[in-house]
């Protein structure tokens, strides 16, 4: 039985057990909804067996040898790749500028960070793509134990992972892939490649771009390392069951013809932004990222000028571009808002 059709169940019987609220006392009267769905390991539920389930079938859909569904964001899932594959005093490469989750897993193994810089396009101000040759040379200089890659960057710059993966096999080097900000990817060949069958561990955020609740996320591994363990480490041992079934809806939606042909539209409606709005410049590798930079304007005064005179909050700015962030919850209507916006602005 899977998580979803668990929580469809309706347990009559009188639970003396955790949580105290007995799925009938709704302190949030919003959340009224929530609070019946919350759930713990009962005789009257198994959401251990049906959570097994989920997480198994989402490895078939995503062609990997395990994947573990997160409650904790993608942080819980880099840290925990690094804890099952990594050893006290182990040279560990990361990004100088990654996400403070690498270092704080690093630190956690107890394991040693030899830190790496990856090049600043100065056209549009946001840091690049990693660099093969450069890992090369890292990784022939020093003896190290596993590299940790952030593919797609905020921004929406990937990384040839396939060639990076390449190199660290020849050295015998673990590769884990922070593709938080690329949950999409496996489900669109019009996006880039995903690094779920390719790299040893690949981490998602599927409340970033894939319409998850925050803060759901994956990890996915194609080795044999204890990843569990490493989870139990770091994790509640009362998990929410409502943001789990989340998490296999999520996956099953994406993967559904439904979701497929709502995701392409995403792209089709970006793609006519792109080449409607004639004067603006677009940048990146991942097109659900619009970075975008207008000639006589800073990031930051495009930045403001969205907010103040048309309502329109974007994701991330410089002082060269700005990023406005799209997922599969994008509407059309929003990003003809934003077309005539920019349009207007062009003018």
Not at 92 to 99: E, M, P, Q, T
Not at 309 to 321: F, L
């Amino acid at each position: 039985m899977s998580l979803i059709n668990l929580l469809k169940k309706c347990c009559r019987i009188s639970l003396f057990t955790t949580p105290s609220h007995s799925q009938h006392f709704f302190i949030y009267n919003k959340l009224r909804n929530l609070y019946k769905l919350d759930i713990s390991e009962t005789e009257a539920h198994n959401p251990q067996r049906a959570l097994a389930f989920a997480e198994h079938n989402a490895a078939d859909v995503y062609g990997t040898r395990k994947t573990k569904f997160l409650t904790n964001g993608s942080s819980s899932g880099i840290i925990a790749a690094v804890l099952s594959c990594v050893q006290k005093g182990d040279n560990v490469l990361i990004w100088r500028d990654a996400h403070p989750c690498h270092k704080n897993a690093v630190e956690f193994a107890g394991a040693v960070p030899i830190y790496y810089d990856v090049d600043l396009d100065t056209e549009w101000g946001v840091p690049t793509r990693v660099s093969v040759d450069m890992i090369r040379q890292l990784l022939s200089a020093n003896k190290v134990k596993a590299l940790l890659v952030t593919s797609p960057t905020y921004e929406g710059f990937a990384s040839d992972i396939k060639a990076i993966k390449q190199v660290c096999d020849e050295y015998g080097v673990i590769l884990i892939v922070d593709e938080a900000h690329g949950a999409l990817y496996p489900f669109s060949d019009r996006l880039p490649q995903s690094a779920v069958k390719i790299a040893d561990f690949t981490i998602q955020s599927l409340h970033k771009t894939a319409g998850g609740l925050n803060p759901t996320a994956l990890l996915h591994t194609n080795t044999g390392y204890d990843v569990d363990s490493a989870l139990q480490k770091i994790s509640t041992t009362s998990p929410s069951y409502p943001l789990l079934a989340s998490i296999e809806a999520n996956i099953a939606f994406l993967n559904s013809r439904r979701g497929k042909k709502l995701l392409s539209h995403l792209l089709d409606n970006i793609t006519d932004l792109k080449m409607e709005c004639n004067n603006c410049d677009f940048g990146g590798d991942d097109i659900t990222k619009i970075l975008v930079k207008t000639t006589g304007m800073s990031g930051f005064e495009l930045s403001e000028k969205l907010f103040e005179k048309y309502k329109i909050e974007d994701e991330k700015t410089n002082e060269v571009s700005t990023m406005l962030l799209c997922g599969i919850g994008t509407t059309q209507k929003k990003i003809q808002r934003l077309k005539a916006a920019l349009k207007s602005i062009d003018k």
